[in-house]
C-alpha cells in the first residue's frame, strides 16, 4: 500500500504492508516499517532513497493514504488543523444523528480520519497546497483546531476556536 508519512523535518513516501496506521491496545501509537522509501526534506534539499526505514511514532504527524471502504453515511464538518509546521483544512466525517452541542464522542487509536485535505507549510510562502482525498492524523500531536464542534477529546492539549461559518444564516433575536 502507498503511503506517505509526513514528519517534522521531512514528506516520507513509499510502500508499507499495512492498510492504516496502527495503535496499541490502549491507543499508543505504533512504529509505522516503510520499504523504496523517498524522504523529501521540509528544509529543501534533494530528496533521499532508502530500501527500508522504520518511523517512529513520536515523528508521525500524518499519514496520507487510500481512504477505507466507508460504509455508512457521514455529516461533513469542516476543520482547520495546525500540527508542527503543516497546516490542514479539511473535513470530519461524524456517525449519522451526531449532535455536535451534546456528543461526547470519543475517538479510538491515536489516529482521527479526514477527508478532502489541504495541507500547507506556512513557513515556506510559495511552497503550495497539498491536496490528499485522506488523511489520519496524530491526535495527540496536534497545536490548534478550528471548528464549529467541540473536539477536545479529539485532539487533546491543542488549543480551540471557533471557524467561522459563512454559510449559517445571521441570528435574529426578537426583543
Sequence with gaps: MQVEVFTPLAVVTGT????????????VPLQLPIE???RFPLGGGPPRRQERVTIEPDEILLVAMEPPPFGVHAQWYPID???GPYHLEARLPTAPGFDPARALARPRGAYVALH????????????GVSERAYVEVNRY??????????????FPGASQEALPDSSAPPIVLAV
Design 36 to 38: 523504496a522509501v523517498h
Design 116 to 127: 478532502d485535505v489541504a495541507i500547507s507549510v506556512p513557513a515556506q510562502p510559495g511552497g
Design 81 to 83: 488543523l495546525d500540527l
Design 16 to 27: 508499507a504492508d499495512r492498510a492504516r496506521v496502527a495503535s496499541d491496545a490502549s491507543g
Design 141 to 154: 500531536a496536534v497545536d490548534r483546531i478550528a471548528s464549529n464542534l467541540m473536539l477536545g477529546f479529539f
